[in-house]
């Protein structure tokens, strides 16, 4: 694996991390540990490896998309992690490692033979992060998990939909992705405290505790009020107007934030009157009358299209935006200005673009340096003790 250069945005080079994960949450941590310029091994079984790797179509090259969003500037190597000579190797690759990251079922063969108790005595200086469905304790401490069972234990699903449809889980992995960013705060910190002390520590989060975390204003707002939220669509509980509307050809959004915009939307509309109508002149009454200002705000906006309302609405200042589809996203004069799109050589998909890591420093952001590995690429190099 290319190591990184001087110069280049590698902040954790000379980190060495063992990847036990599998799925989303695990690999997507040390995918981003990774992409900082660590030394990650994902360990996978003989026997089809991650079981992503499967989950398609589409596929590009010999695996599913899926498996390939969230492994590469890593090396794969194959173990049996209840053979007595995978585990032997395991703690081989521990002895020189910084970190370790997992996603055993608490209770498992595998979270027994990987105990973090016996791995803190055994390697002192090690910062094991350990992902879970719900957590160290409570009563579904034990259960499995995938991230539309966190979406809707954790109340994501409830918040989501429209007010007179069903609840709908969100689009995008929120629970998988969620654990994964904040166990990957978790790492990072214990690697800074390491660094004073001298001993690493065990970090547990899990898909349903970073969910309540995500929760924030409408946690704040529950706690406040005691009443249970409602699904608002694209709405805002606190803000009004602050959604998507329908325009002559489709769906774009507008996001009001303070009274002084909402008189320029009025004045930008034709609807001046609005602004100094006691049912709409605050933000507070706006939320009150929320369904009385969108009927009328619906039956204006239908009138022109999407690229119209957009570029009034921009030139008087209101925040719009037009609704994009991901092929849209990813043709856009933005996106190739950030230079987020990356491109690697795969060895059986060919040149695969990649979304890279989404922070830069000092203005250079983190390379995709090599290509999801293929099951067992690295075998001989680890096996050699590379």
Not at 27 to 56: C, F, I, N, Q
Not at 129 to 149: C, K, N, Q, T
Not at 319 to 345: F, K, N
């Amino acid at each position: 694996m290319p190591e990184p250069q001087p110069g280049t945005a590698a902040p954790l080079a000379g980190i060495k991390v063992v990847d036990l994960s599998k799925i989303l949450a695990g690999p997507y941590a040390t995918m981003s540990l990774a992409d900082l310029g660590a030394d990650v091994t994902k360990v996978e079984h003989p026997e089809g490896g991650d079981p992503t790797r499967r989950w398609g179509p589409p596929f590009q090259g010999d695996d599913a998309t899926y498996y390939l969003a969230a492994n590469r500037n890593k090396r794969s190597v194959t173990l049996d992690l209840k053979s007595a000579a995978g585990q032997a190797e395991v703690h081989r690759m521990l002895a020189d490692a910084d970190v370790l990251v997992e996603n055993f079922r608490p209770g498992s063969g595998l979270a027994r033979l990987f105990d973090y108790r016996e791995l803190t005595e055994r390697h002192p200086r090690l910062v094991v992060l350990h992902i879970s469905a719900f957590g160290e304790s409570g009563p579904l401490r034990d259960e499995p998990g995938y991230d539309m069972v966190a979406q809707a234990a954790a109340g994501l699903m409830s918040l989501t939909g429209e007010p007179d449809g069903p609840p709908v889980k969100a689009g995008f992995a929120m629970g998988d992705l969620g654990a994964a960013l904040f166990g990957l705060i978790g790492v990072t910190s214990a690697l800074v405290e390491r660094a004073r002390t001298g001993r690493g520590q065990y970090v547990t989060t899990s898909l349903y505790e970073t969910q309540l975390a995500l929760h924030a204003n409408w946690a704040t707002a529950h706690f406040a009020t005691g009443e249970r939220p409602t699904r608002l669509g694209s709405g805002h509980p606190s803000l009004v107007p602050y959604q998507a509307y329908e325009a002559a050809d489709g769906h774009f959004v507008i996001a009001v934030g303070n009274d002084a915009l909402f008189r320029t939307l009025c004045e930008t509309l034709g609807l001046a009157a609005f602004a100094d109508d006691e049912r709409f002149a605050t933000n507070a009454a706006r939320v009150a009358n929320r369904a009385a200002l969108n009927d009328r705000l619906t039956r204006v906006l239908a009138r022109r299209t999407v690229g119209e309302w957009c570029d009034t609405l921009k030139k008087a200042g209101v925040p719009a935006a037009a609704i994009r589809h991901l092929d849209e996203v990813y043709t856009c004069p933005q996106t190739e200005a950030l230079g987020i799109v990356q491109e690697v050589e795969h060895p059986t998909a060919g040149r695969l673009r990649q979304v890279a890591f989404p922070v830069s420093f000092n203005g250079v952001r983190p390379a995709v340096r090599t290509a999801p590995p293929t099951l067992g690429q690295h075998n001989d190099r680890t096996q050699q003790g590379v």
